[in-house]
């Protein structure tokens, strides 16, 4: 309701990027080994940096709290250079993002740590 056009809702949503890369992917993961999508599951990248890696949910938070920022910030330097500027700097983000999980996936299947 407080955007004016498709690009200002793309950036409104874009200021929950790091939750919805998280969901995009789960999705795709447990799609590709399929997964019954109605049962609860342990794999989103927050679940396996806390549960598996053991990392403390407060630095996990900031983390989280930190991406949005550097997003919600790129979002609006973005969006003043027009439509195909906020969809490229989206699809770099999700790419870092897509790289990062599966480093962290790859660790937690091994059974070892990230260092703190």
């Known amino acids: ?7 200002e809702m793309v950036c409104f949503a874009s200021l929950f990027f790091p939750f919805y890369a998280d969901e995009l992917t789960t999705l795709v993961i447990r799609l590709h080994g ?3 999508l109605s049962q609860s599951h342990r794999r989103h990248l927050y679940q396996l940096l806390a549960n598996e890696l053991g990392i403390a949910h407060w630095k996990i938070s900031s983390v989280y709290g930190a991406a949005q ?3 919600g910030a790129g ?11 906020v ?11 897509t790289v ?3 480093y962290v996936r790859k660790i937690a299947k091994k059974g070892g740590r990230i260092s703190p």
């Not at 309701?1 to 690009?7: A, E, G, P, T, V």
Request: overall charge neutral.
């Open 1 to 7: 309701m407080l955007s004016h056009n498709y690009l």
């Open 34 to 36: 399929r997964e019954n």
């Open 69 to 71: 920022l550097i997003v």
């Open 75 to 85: 979002i609006l330097i973005a969006y003043s250079h027009g439509a195909w500027t």
């Open 87 to 97: 969809l490229i700097f989206l699809a770099i983000c999700f790419s870092g993002f």
């Open 100 to 102: 990062v999980t599966a």
